[in-house]
């Protein structure tokens, strides 16, 4: 069974570009979300995605969005990178909605 | 607004004893709640989950229990050892809206 992995490891964007993250789901699971972990503080829920559509969203503006694939992989984009974008993004993905998920490493973004 | 309160400051226990980790929210009325363990630098692993009819689950030395009245759950690490020491995140998962809600964390430290 593979575990969610997600790439790249780390990103270094100059503010205003834009980025895409990605992710890939662990096998069999159809579930996907997105969260922003800064510095010291909790997961920051963005998105959540089910069978390719947006299940849920967190307090995000839309410049956050993402897609999820037939395969349940999926991307985060964001656009007009700020400062304040600096973070660990999470990926994490389950079987249905409301199961326990599984998340994967990271990706490291700093917005210069 | 919402809000979701860990302990405020970093827990030290001498090996062996019992952690007992708090997390209190208010606004909302989550279907599950959710705990999960978060080393440095990875994303968080899943522990246990409990759903809003039930006042408590127990999986090995974890014990969780969920008062929806008091707004409360409480975690606890029994016959801790050093390699419990990670920071506990709370999660709630509110039906309405579909939205995911992470704690800041506890950071616990397990004492030889």
């Known amino acids: 069974e593979t575990g969610v992995t997600q790439s790249p490891t780390h990103l270094i964007k100059t503010r205003g570009q834009q980025v895409t993250l990605r992710c890939s789901s662990q096998?069999?699971?159809?579930?996907v979300s997105w969260y922003q972990q800064a510095l010291g503080q909790g997961p920051q829920f963005i998105f959540q995605y089910y069978r390719e559509e947006e299940n849920g969203r967190g307090n995000f503006p839309p410049r956050f969005s993402g897609l999820q694939f037939p395969n349940y992989s999926s991307e985060l984009n964001v656009n007009a990178l700020e400062l304040d974008d600096s973070a660990l993004y999470l990926c994490?993905?389950?079987?249905?909605?409301?199961?326990?998920?599984?998340f994967g490493p990271g990706t490291r973004l700093t917005v210069l | 607004s919402q809000k979701i309160e860990q302990n405020s400051e970093a827990l030290n226990i001498q090996e062996g004893k019992t952690a007992t980790l708090t997390c209190n929210y208010t606004?909302?009325?989550?279907?599950?709640l959710q705990w999960y363990r978060q080393d440095p630098g990875r994303g968080p692993v899943f522990l246990l989950l409990i759903r809003e009819n039930e006042k408590e689950k127990r999986k090995e030395r974890l014990k969780v229990t969920f008062d929806t009245t008091l707004k409360q759950s409480l975690f606890h690490i029994t016959a801790s050892q050093p390699a419990d020491s990670a920071t506990y995140l709370c999660a709630l998962d509110i039906r309405t809206g579909n939205q995911f809600y992470f704690g800041t964390g506890t950071s616990l430290t397990v004492i030889p």
């Open positions: 994490a993905s389950s079987f249905q909605v409301n199961n326990e998920q599984f």
């Open positions: 606004n909302y009325s989550p279907a599950y």
């Open positions: 096998s069999g699971h159809n579930t």
